[in-house]
């Protein structure tokens, strides 16, 4: 993780187990890091312990207003945006009990969510030059598991479109329209 010191990253997703790791593991290498997580006490209290240059934004990834309104505390706080990291996940999953508002919140969260949150940062990884951006996905994207049918989906949605997004010509310049 070397040359991240003085960076800034969202973290989706960031205040518990996996993404709270990726949020650390910014923090320890110097980039400044937004949480951005519905759950507000988990958020908080990573924040807390990771100190100084880390904050947290309770931030709903299915709402759009509120993804602005976390890209434009990020760039107040931090002054830009170098990374975006999408951890956040909803793994609600019962297969064929599953209804059609699970289907739809599945994807709204682990597909549609990191689309729109990428779309808000966009302009400012232009502006800074470039910079990353990662979905994480999940080896359920490839692999067929018993009982589960929306997580593996949509993670495997999730796969193809960051092929797809990866295959865009004019990155970094705006990949989608306006």
Not at 41 to 55: C, Q, S, T
Not at 118 to 125: D, G, I, S, Y
């Amino acid at each position: 993780m070397k040359g991240l010191k003085g960076k800034v990253a969202i973290v989706t997703g960031g205040a518990t187990l996996l993404g709270a790791q990726v949020a650390r593991a910014f923090q320890q290498a110097g980039t400044r890091v937004m949480i951005a997580d519905l759950n507000a006490a988990g958020g908080e209290a990573v924040a807390r312990e990771l100190g100084e240059g880390v904050a947290f934004l309770a931030t709903d990834l299915t709402d759009d207003a509120q993804i602005d309104a976390c890209v434009a505390e990020t760039v107040k706080r931090f002054g830009g945006i170098d990374f975006l990291v999408n951890v956040a996940c909803d793994y609600v999953d019962e297969g064929m009990k599953s209804g059609r508002k699970d289907w739809l919140d599945s994807y709204n969260v682990n597909v549609v969510g990191g689309v729109m949150m990428l779309k808000a940062v966009h302009p400012h990884l232009v502006a800074r030059g470039g910079g990353a951006v990662v979905h994480f996905s999940s080896a359920s994207a490839k692999v067929a598991q018993t009982g589960r049918w929306l997580y593996p989906a949509t993670k495997a949605a999730l796969l193809q479109l960051t092929r797809s997004q990866a295959m865009a010509p004019s990155w970094p310049s705006p990949p989608f329209p306006s």
